[in-house]
């Protein structure tokens, strides 16, 4: 250690550059300047020599000429020599100038900006000025370059963070692929891992035959190879490596998975003609797409955990229904649609018939299954447009939106006759159960929406009181209350 101190000491190994370059002009400067000394030292030691030599010789007259001629000759040689060792100090002085100016100010900015990405500020303002066109010029250029794309994936990070949804982030992710990678043909599938099932995300509108895989990935996300192994591959390097890709497409591809809380919770795949391929530039895009998926990963990890828990917020978790709450929350927005479109809302109250008696001989378990059973059936008689809520208890709200006058009718009846037809299996054979069902509409029944949901529940209780397992339609005679 105190070896290696001492030679980086007298090589001058840990001085800064501007000090290195001073060291170097001084020595030079100091050897010039030496020579110099030696030359008048010997110049002037000849002479007096020379001088005494000939003040002890007797010469012709013509001799003696020549000689002094020569010694001024000597002399002459002697001052182009110092001039030449001024004029190669002046170039000296402006060649270490020049030199340390433009290393050691480009090196200074890269160590500023470098300081400025570690306290997390990256200000493209300060580009550094690209002085030549040499080594460091190339490096400042790389280096401006970098401070650009990191400014970008940062930029990129921040906007995706204040996105209102999922959907949102997917649509500025593949943005970004089209317009700064340039790479135009690519699929973003979401992978829920909880359902087994994958879809796809981006582009919008994609329906099953329009994708470049067999359709089964999409129903059992196993069988998506970049999914099960959390790895990318590339048929490019590897010819048919997944067989779940079309062969018929005659493209090659290159998936790239999105791994999100340890699990793979997305899959990216990018798409090229063959004949087309150059793998050094795709490679590059690849490599700057990767980067900007990575960034997202945080950002689709937080907004997928905040959806699950607004999901679960607003679902009901036994049979998997919307609940009151959401109800509460969406209102406004679904009132303010149906009335701006000047549309009808259908809106069917039903409860399960002697329910409680389901708990009291059978216990909760097999009450806990025909709830589910009931909340199937009625997911399977309503379009998918329309919204089913578990009220409360055993009674469920549906809500048909943009219905024609009467169509509430129907459907309700069509709810009610497959109620009473369906077996629900229990440990010693199978019951059957019915439901009573109360209709109104919005805004044709009631002013306010909230009012047609009571109007609802009234003609409920009406076909309660009845007989049950029937449906009964709002009429205003139901309710004679002048406030609601």
């Not at 998936?255 to 999100?260: E, G, I, L, Q």
């Not at 699990?263 to 798409?271: E, L, N, P, S």
């Not at 049979?319 to 259908?346: D, S």
């Not at 469920?396 to 943009?402: Q, R």
């Amino acid at each position: 250690m105190l070896l290696k101190r001492f030679i980086n000491f007298i090589t001058f190994v840990d001085l800064p550059i501007r000090k290195k370059f001073t060291l170097f002009f001084f020595g030079v400067l100091f050897w010039f300047v030496a020579m110099f000394v030696i030359s008048i030292a010997a110049y002037v030691n000849i002479s007096r020599r020379t001088y005494a030599v000939v003040n002890q010789m007797t010469l012709p007259e013509a001799a003696m000429q020549e000689l002094i001629k020569n010694l001024e000759v000597n002399s002459l040689a002697l001052y182009a020599i110092a001039g030449v060792l001024l004029m190669a100090t002046a170039l000296l002085v402006v060649f270490t100038v020049s030199i340390t100016r433009a290393i050691v100010k480009p090196v200074k900015s890269i160590i500023g900006q470098i300081r400025s990405l570690s306290e997390g500020e990256v200000d493209l303002s300060k580009k550094i000025h690209i002085m030549s066109k040499d080594e460091i010029g190339t490096l400042t250029e790389d280096f401006n370059i970098l401070i650009e794309e990191i400014h970008d994936l940062a930029t990129f990070k921040k906007v995706i963070e204040e996105d209102d949804s999922l959907e949102d982030v997917y649509l500025r992710l593949g943005k970004v692929f089209s317009d700064r990678t340039g790479l135009d043909e690519f699929t973003i599938y979401e992978v829920s891992n909880s359902q087994n099932k994958m879809r796809p995300v981006y582009p919008l509108m994609l329906n099953e035959k329009e994708i470049f895989c067999n359709e089964d990935i999409l129903s059992n996300c196993e069988l998506c190879k970049v999914k099960k192994t959390g790895h990318s591959i590339s048929s490019i390097s590897v010819p048919d490596i997944c067989r779940q890709f079309r062969p018929a497409s005659q493209k090659d591809y290159v998936c790239v998975p999105m791994v999100v809380g340890g699990k793979t919770g997305g899959v990216v795949q990018f798409r090229f003609d063959r004949k087309d391929y150059r793998i050094d530039r795709k490679d590059k895009r690849l490599f700057k797409a990767q980067q900007y998926i990575a960034e997202s990963l945080s950002v689709i990890e937080a907004k997928r955990l905040m959806h699950t828990l607004k999901e679960s917020a607003l679902k009901d978790s036994l049979t998997g229904l919307y609940n009151r709450r959401f109800l509460q929350e969406y209102t406004e927005t679904l009132v303010a649609g149906v009335l701006r479109r000047e549309k009808t809302v259908g809106l069917i109250m039903c409860d399960l018939d002697f329910f409680k008696q389901v708990n009291d001989l059978y216990g909760h378990n097999v009450g806990d299954n025909v709830l589910k059973e009931t909340a199937e059936i009625i997911r399977k008689c309503i379009r998918s447009s329309d919204l089913v809520i578990r009220f409360g208890g055993e009674e469920f709200l549906v809500l048909m939106l943009d219905i024609n006058p009467g169509e509430t009718v129907k459907v309700a009846e069509k709810i009610r006759e497959t109620v009473e037809q369906t077996k629900i299996k229990v440990s010693d054979g199978v019951i059957k159960k019915t439901i009573s069902l109360g209709i109104s509409e919005f805004p044709a029944d009631a002013e306010s929406f909230w009012q047609a949901i009571k109007f609802a529940d009234v003609a409920l209780y009406r076909a309660k009181d009845s007989g049950r397992n029937r449906i009964v339609r709002f009429t205003e005679d139901m309710w004679t209350q002048k406030e609601f």
